[in-house]
């Protein structure tokens, strides 16, 4: 069952058409990759997605709900949290203050423990370092922190923006297992990589964008081993 389906989307930035009528859906459980080369549209649906940038055509539902006019705090709210380009933390603030910000949509204190509890045993060193100003911790630490932030909305959906951008392999290598397990534990995955290989090595599915139109679609792994594919994004 679908829980994020987008249908026939489109958005300009001024007169210049970025997405070009694309579709795609998402199914309960999965890991679904977007792979591209820069500038073809990848970050753009993501933040249209999540609402941060109005659609010009088209419609996307999630988890039964139109949600292609529905402003991103009310998306937040809805289940589907983003992990975006760059992390993004709040340097100044504490790792526990981070944390916590992300759970502004919910109420009950008690769960919201339990969350922060669940998020310090998957990233040990945000327990160590949870009083440390966010932007004292290196680019990886900060890559979990975003991931904990998110992941503290308890999101039905997490979509990520290059989780691996500028970190060092070690952490790479962490952080996409920490991604397999956030899934094997129940949340759907939507990701966008620059790292393809990587990428499809832990979806389940993948399309691929081309200057604002999706080109290739199917089984992240038969994907894999498609010849244009590995041309375009799998050479060394």
């Keep these: 069952m679908a829980i994020l389906e987008v249908n026939n989307l489109e958005v300009y930035y001024g007169v210049i058409k970025a997405l070009k009528d694309i579709s795609f859906e998402v199914n309960e459980g999965e890991i679904v990759a977007l792979i591209g080369a820069n500038g073809a549209g990848k970050t753009t649906t993501l933040h249209t997605v ?11 539902q999630f988890d039964g709900s139109d ?27 504490t790792v526990y203050e981070n944390l916590k910000l992300g759970a502004y949509t919910r109420k ?10 669940m998020i310090y045993q998957r990233f040990p060193r945000l327990l160590e370092r949870k009083n440390q100003p966010a932007g004292t911790l290196s680019g990886g630490e900060q890559q979990m922190l975003a991931m ?16 691996s951008m500028g970190l060092s392999p070690i952490y790479v290598n962490e952080i996409f297992n920490i ?18 290989k990587k990428a499809l090595s832990i979806a389940h599915r993948a399309y691929v964008l081309e200057t604002g139109s999706i080109v290739l679609s199917g089984d992240a792994k038969k994907l894999m081993n498609d010849e244009s594919v590995k041309k375009a994004y799998l050479s060394e």
């Design 50 to 60: 999540t609402g941060l940038i109005k659609a010009a055509g088209g419609n996307i």
């Design 148 to 163: 904990g932030r998110a992941l503290m909305s308890h999101p039905k959906l997490i979509v990520m923006d290059e989780p």
């Design 179 to 196: 991604i397999q397990d956030v899934n094997k534990t129940g949340t759907t995955v939507l990701l966008v990589e620059q790292n393809a």
């Design 67 to 93: 949600i292609t006019k529905v402003r991103g705090d009310k998306i937040v709210s809805m289940g589907m949290a983003h992990v975006p380009e760059g992390r993004r933390v709040f340097a100044s603030l």
């Design 108 to 117: 009950d204190k008690n769960e919201i423990e339990d969350t922060l509890d």
